[in-house]
């Protein structure tokens, strides 16, 4: 489990986040939503470690992430796989060195255990043929299929994945989606996910956490979020036009905004 409490973190005195507090959950595909410029990136930045926060703390399995000293940081990043908005595959690598550089970087594996574990994840992702390949000469859903096997490479406990699915077509971004949503159940990773795909809301959000104004807004899982009466997170889904027919009506009583802790 990661937890956040009562994180801020200001630039230049734009206060992105503003003492959000927020949790998730081992096993389970957690979503942080939120529409474009609410701090989701920031505050996944925040949580790794990226950024460093203005106040505040982060707890991975009750382990002080905050008050941690150099090297017990460099520990941890060990357990930490990250896919980072847009793939950001080193354009100069084949895909399979892409997928050893972290087994370089942060194991002691051979080079031959190191292209072992690469081919075991890059067949793990489906993804057969493309060793040699570089990463100009594969299609935008299987970069994003190379950078999952570099992010899950190291065998971590903690996913981090920043808008995975953005720029691919509807069905190779459930495909992708579905992929994650299968890696964090078989390995009991904790998996934050980054997005504003209503398709993943609906599809894979186990946990999703609504983020508005710098704070935690709402939160339930994919079942509840369409029938959420917060006024916030019901103009953010309901902008979809496929979701306007769907539309339930408010439950009586509206959520009081925003949650302010978990
Ligand atoms: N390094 C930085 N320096 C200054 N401001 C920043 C920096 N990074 C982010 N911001 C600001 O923080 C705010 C939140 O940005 P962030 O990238 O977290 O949004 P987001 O929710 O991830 O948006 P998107 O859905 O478009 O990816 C924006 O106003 C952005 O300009
Ligand atoms: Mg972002």
């Known amino acids: 489990m ?61 382990r002080d992430f905050t008050a941690m000293k150099h090297h017990e940081m460099k520990l941890l990043r060990k357990e930490i796989g990250m896919l980072f908005q847009g793939a950001a595959l080193f354009d100069s ?16 594996l051979t080079y031959k255990q190191r292209v072992k574990r ?24 299987m970069k994003k299929r190379v950078a999952i096997a570099r992010a899950i490479a190291i065998n971590p406990r903690y996913l981090f994945c920043d808008e995975p699915n953005s720029g691919l077509d509807p069905r190779t ?48 899982d994919r079942h509840s979020v369409l029938e959420a009466s917060n006024p916030e997170i019901r103009k953010f889904l309901y902008t979809n036009q496929i979701l306007k027919h769907f539309r339930p009506e408010p439950p009586e009583n509206p959520d009081s ?3 302010y802790s978990v």
Request: proline share 3%; with cysteine.
């Open 93 to 108: 690598m084949t895909v399979l060195d892409n997928v050893m550089f972290p087994l370089k970087m942060l194991t002691n």
């Open 2 to 62: 990661i937890r956040a409490v009562n994180i801020s973190k200001r630039f230049d005195g734009h206060q992105v986040l503003d003492g959000i507090s927020i949790q998730f959950e081992p096993g389970l595909t957690n979503l942080i939503i939120g529409e474009s410029g609410s701090g989701k990136t920031v505050l996944m930045k925040c949580i790794v470690g990226l950024f460093k926060v203005d106040s505040g703390t982060v707890y991975y399995d009750n």
């Open 173 to 220: 971004a459930t495909l992708i989606d579905n992929l994650i949503a299968e890696i964090t159940k078989e390995y009991g990773m904790t998996t934050i996910v980054n997005t504003h795909d209503m398709n993943s809301v609906i599809g894979i959000g186990d946990k999703i956490s609504f983020i508005h104004e710098g704070k935690l807004w709402w939160d339930g």
């Open 118 to 141: 690469a081919i075991e994840c890059l067949d793990r992702v489906n993804l057969h043929g493309s060793n040699r390949l570089l990463p100009a000469e594969i299609s935008g859903g």
């Open 257 to 259: 905004p925003p949650m």
